[in-house]
C-alpha cells in the first residue's frame, strides 16, 4: 500500500524541487502541487523514484486517483488542527523554509529521523520549546553574571 503523508521530509524535498520556500507554494499552480504530491509519496514510500518517474506513475488514472484521495485524507487530518480566524483565514502567508526550521530544530537537539517525520502541525509546539529553552538559559547566565560581579 502507497503512503502519502505531508511530514517535514516531503516538504523539503519539494521546496528542493521548486527552490522556494514553503511558505510561497502556490496551491493553484499545478507545478507546486506536482512537487508537494511527489515530495509526500517520495519522502514516505520505501522505493527510490525520479520526479520523471513519479510522473509517469501519474499517468495512470487509477494510480493517480488513489495517491488524490490519500493526499486528501492527509490534508483533512492536517486542517483540522489549523488555527483559523472568523473569516476562514489561516493567517499571512510568510517566506518560511521548512529546510531551515527543520535544521534549526536538529541543532537544538530533535533526532533528525523524528523531525523528518513530523507532520507541519508539530512544528510551533517544538519552536516554543526551542525559545523557552533558550530563555531560560539566558536567564541564567544572566544571573550567573551577576552573582559573579557582586564583591
Sequence with gaps: ???????????????????????????????????VTYGMV???????????????????????AEIMRLSSIEFAYIQQFTEQDETGETGETHDISITDIAVMMIINGLDPSFVYDMRTTDISDFLKGIEEQKREKMERDRFWTYLKMLP
Design 1 to 35: 500500500m502507497m503512503k502519502v503523508k505531508l511530514n517535514i521530509k516531503a516538504i523539503i524535498l519539494a521546496e528542493k524541487i521548486l527552490k522556494k520556500s514553503f511558505g510561497k507554494f502556490d496551491v493553484n499552480n499545478d507545478d507546486d502541487i506536482m512537487a
Design 42 to 64: 517520495a519522502a514516505n514510500n520505501d522505493e527510490t523514484m525520479t520526479k520523471e518517474m513519479f510522473s509517469k506513475l501519474t499517468k495512470n488514472k487509477k494510480l493517480w
